[in-house]
């Protein structure tokens, strides 16, 4: 009897050491990758822009590990989708930080996603790279913005409007979607529009809900506004209400000659689903097309091809394209990658400090700099006009690299605010 206890116990003790280093093989296995999170909407009114985005990380992530990985170790991308649905961010946040321990997060597209995550993010001590064009008014220590602040973007196509070469506009209609980033950017355009003499009845100011499908009012109303004189259409509107929108403009005859319309959030894969024949020579601001001629570009266009080839993705298998927010993507995780190797760790606070002055050989032609102090990338500015391929050529840029201004000049009281993040 003994003697079987004995076997028994022998047996459990065996077993045990058994579980405890399969449970020990697991954890090694698990700590010899580094977790990456991916927080873009793969479904719903947003998932025409942001899809491509994390099949950007992914392609990022692969030749990063193809060329030996991070401080030894391979990257693991942790997918998940927020389906255009604001709160639902703030959970698969909590899920990427707290359940997944993710190192970093690259996602988002709306402000209003980014406004959800924030918190979170801010009170988990987490890392976001945020890679879209947005309203500014922001600077918190636990994100990046690879994407424009106002005056990388807004600020300079309205410029370019004003300017005898971009039809010297006098009329404005600032259209866009009924959220945070349209509204603020409005804000600043309409104070810097006074401050270049535009008087209020020469603004008018639109917003459509997300989704919205009908603009047959709203292009007929901005046709009648323009009969008051030269009028140039800023165009806030984001997601997949922009294939309607710029359908109505080609129904409604609304040539660029006589109303320009200067979007903020529409590139090349946004007009993949419309007919550009009648939009020839509308405009788009951004801080990259994929038509720029430079070594940089033309690396990153054949491989976003080859994987896109690889991987079967669709629509980009057959006519891979490129934008603005994949190129912000694609530098982001790059300097990541770069702060974690200088910081020796992947500790937030360690990675935020080695972030500091990153540069990167950015697709755009410039060699991209994040600012020593306030988390934005400074960027060279392109405005182009859309060709009949849904392309762009471009028409206008900045003569160099311009750095952000996180806070408005435009915003009574932000001349006040330091131009860095509060430390935590």
């Known amino acids: 009897m003994m003697n079987r206890r004995g076997n028994l116990k022998a047996l459990a003790t065996a077993a045990a050491l058994v579980a405890g280093s399969l449970t020990f093989s697991v954890?090694?296995?698990?700590?010899?990758?580094?977790?990456?999170?991916?927080l873009h909407s793969l479904s719903g009114t947003m998932a025409i822009s942001e899809t491509v985005l994390k099949d950007t990380v992914l392609m990022a992530i692969d030749e990063i590990n193809a060329k030996g990985g991070v401080l030894g170790k391979k990257l693991e991308p942790v997918i998940v989708d927020p389906a255009s649905n604001w709160p639902l961010f703030a959970e698969k946040t909590k899920q990427l930080l707290g359940q997944d321990k993710v190192s970093v997060i690259f996602g988002c597209w709306t402000s209003v996603s980014r406004k959800s995550v924030l918190p979170v993010v801010e009170e988990m001590n987490g890392l976001l790279f945020y890679p879209v064009q947005y309203e500014g008014e922001e600077l918190s220590k636990n994100v990046f913005y690879t994407g424009a602040a106002p005056n990388q973007q807004a600020i300079p196509a309205v410029d370019y409007l004003m300017s005898k070469e971009g039809g010297a506009a006098k009329r404005w209609v600032l259209l866009g979607t009924d959220y945070v980033y349209p509204r603020t950017t409005n804000k600043i355009l309409r104070a810097y529009l006074k401050s270049k003499g535009v008087a209020d009845k020469d603004i008018d100011e639109k917003y459509t809900p997300f989704g919205h499908s009908d603009y047959q009012t709203i292009v007929a109303d901005v046709k009648k506004f323009?009969?008051?004189?030269?009028?140039?259409?800023?165009?806030?509107?984001?997601?997949?209400?922009?294939?309607?929108?710029?359908?109505?403009?080609?129904?409604?005859?609304?040539?660029?000659?006589?109303?320009?319309?200067?979007?903020?959030?529409?590139?090349?894969?946004e007009l993949r689903g419309v007919d550009t024949k009648p939009l020839v020579g509308?405009?788009?601001?951004?801080?990259?097309?994929?038509?720029?001629k430079n070594p940089a570009n033309d690396e990153f266009t054949k491989k976003w091809a080859a994987y896109a080839?690889?991987?079967?993705?669709?629509?980009?298998?057959?006519?891979?394209?490129?934008?603005?927010?994949?190129?912000?993507?694609?530098?982001?995780?790059?300097?990541?990658?770069?702060?974690?190797?200088?910081?020796?760790?992947?500790?937030?606070?360690?990675?935020?400090?080695?972030?500091?002055?990153?540069?990167?050989?950015?697709?755009?032609?410039?060699?991209?700099?994040?600012?020593?102090?306030?988390?934005?990338?400074?960027?060279?500015?392109?405005?182009?006009?859309?060709?009949?391929?849904?392309?762009?050529?471009?028409?206008?840029?900045?003569?160099?690299?311009v750095k952000a201004k996180p806070w408005s000049p435009y915003i009574p009281g932000n001349d006040v605010k330091p131009d860095e993040p509060a430390k935590k």
């Open 226 to 269: 323009s009969a008051g004189g030269k009028t140039a259409v800023v165009s806030t509107i984001n997601g997949d209400s922009n294939v309607p929108f710029y359908k109505e403009l080609g129904n409604a005859g609304l040539k660029a000659k006589d109303v320009p319309v200067v979007a903020f959030s529409v590139g090349e894969e």
């Open 27 to 38: 954890q090694a296995l698990a700590a010899d990758t580094i977790k990456v999170g991916v």
């Open 309 to 401: 080839k690889a991987k079967n993705i669709a629509g980009h298998k057959d006519k891979p394209l490129t934008n603005d927010p994949m190129e912000a993507t694609y530098i982001g995780i790059n300097m990541w990658k770069q702060a974690v190797e200088k910081a020796k760790s992947t500790d937030t606070d360690k990675v935020i400090a080695a972030m500091a002055g990153q540069t990167f050989k950015a697709p755009s032609g410039i060699t991209s700099k994040m600012d020593e102090k306030n988390h934005h990338l400074h960027k060279s500015v392109f405005i182009g006009e859309i060709k009949a391929d849904g392309q762009f050529n471009v028409v206008w840029k900045t003569p160099g690299p």
């Open 282 to 292: 509308h405009l788009a601001a951004w801080n990259y097309f994929m038509s720029i």
